[in-house]
């Protein structure tokens, strides 16, 4: 398994990012960014204005294409994640959703009973072809310039806007069925790890060469609830898919839990900017770990982001380290100080 995977990564001329994610040594810290594609640069704006609405635009092969190479080609990333949304795996088990203008996304139906939880399919390929048709596109027309990003969003946030609906800042509905459905819980939590599984398997047959789910909404979770009804199937997830790909776990919040999460079968770390590096690298277990700077620190003089991130790259060292914000980008950010600070991290040494 090793060696296809060396002799593919072999064929990229960047790879720093897949080495690094394997823990090998590099010659200088890779860095991309999550939600590069998108929200800061114009040029997505004008794709996305070529779209009927966000879920057309998913939708598009050909779109979906163009604003995932955009970062690669504007911000000089060393990887580009391919266009999509963890909630596609919702509406392909038979939850639609609508993205609603300036307010997220919406659901019209939920899960309340036992018996929607037995209406929803275990998604697989036909119903979500048309991401795995953007990712052999985009893998195409990236020419193996930089490694291509598959995801999902890990089972207990995709389970929070299945019963939730929508956005929320306690996703206390989500958690009153933990609390009072811990059965049913588990079995919808087992399908969608199940469809996430099959989801995965295809992004990386069709071209995906590293994988990183997301549990945005691990913080939500007191830390017994979060290695029952996150962690578990989170590493269900990572076994399956680490032998075909490196796989990243970036648990927003969860910072009691890197030890814990060091010990699936996980190959990075995903950090948001409220863990000490030091902290981090002591409990990981040798994995490597990808952040963790403050999106924030973007609003910044150039100056100040110069010094915070050269303090951040000696906190993680030059091995077993991807740089990348501790969460996405935010749209009002200016696209020439994410430049920068790309740029910083190209230009450091050691
Ligand atoms: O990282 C990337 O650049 C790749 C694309 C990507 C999107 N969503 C595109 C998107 C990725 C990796 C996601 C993941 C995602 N989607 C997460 C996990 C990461 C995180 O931020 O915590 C979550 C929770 C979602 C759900 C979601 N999608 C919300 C809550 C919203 C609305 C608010 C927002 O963040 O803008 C979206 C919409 C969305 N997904 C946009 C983009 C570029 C903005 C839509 C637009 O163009 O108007």
């Not at 037995?118 to 979500?128: D, F, K, P, S, T």
């Not at 890197?258 to 900017?273: E, H, R």
């Not at 906190?315 to 020439?336: Q, R, S, V």
């Amino acid at each position: 398994m090793f060696i296809y995977l060396n002799l593919f990564s072999k064929m990229i001329k960047n790879d720093l990012v897949l080495r690094a994610a394997r823990g090998e040594k590099t010659e200088r810290t890779p860095v991309w960014l999550m939600r590069q594609a998108g929200r800061v640069l114009p040029e997505y704006r004008a794709t996305r204005s070529r779209a009927k609405g966000f879920i057309d635009f998913v939708k598009s092969p050909d779109l979906a294409c163009e604003v995932t190479i955009q970062p690669v080609d504007i911000l000089g990333v060393d990887a580009a994640i391919i266009f999509s949304d963890i909630l596609v795996i919702p509406e392909a088990m038979g939850l639609p959703y609508q993205m609603i203008e300036s307010k997220g996304p919406w659901f019209e139906r939920t899960i309340k009973t036992k018996a929607d939880i037995e209406q929803l399919q275990i998604a697989g390929e036909e119903q979500l072809h048309y991401v795995l048709d953007a990712i052999k596109l985009t893998k195409t027309n990236l020419n193996d310039r930089v490694p291509l990003i598959g995801f999902a969003g890990a089972p207990w946030t995709i389970f929070a806007y299945m019963i939730e609906g929508s956005g929320s800042k306690t996703f206390s509905q989500a958690k009153k069925f933990l609390y009072t459905q811990p059965e049913l819980s588990h079995l919808l939590l087992e399908k969608i790890t199940r469809s996430t599984i099959h989801y995965l398997k295809a992004q990386v047959k069709s071209g995906a060469d590293i994988i990183q789910l997301f549990d945005s909404w691990a913080g939500v979770l007191a830390p017994e609830q979060f290695y029952e009804f996150s962690l578990q199937y989170i590493n269900k997830i990572s076994e399956a898919i680490a032998p075909l790909a490196p796989v990243t776990v970036f648990a927003k919040d969860a910072h009691y839990a890197i030890g814990k999460i060091a010990q699936g079968g996980c190959n990075t770390i995903g950090l948001d900017w409220t863990i000490d590096p030091a902290k981090a690298r002591a409990e990981a277990a040798g994995k490597t770990l990808q952040g963790n700077a403050d999106p924030c620190l973007l609003y910044a003089d150039e100056k100040t982001i110069k010094k915070e991130v050269e303090k951040m790259l000696r906190a993680f060292g030059d091995t077993k380290y991807i740089a990348n914000l501790g969460h996405g980008l935010y749209p009002d950010i200016d696209k020439e100080k994410v430049k920068f600070f790309v740029d910083c991290i190209k230009s450091f040494k050691y």
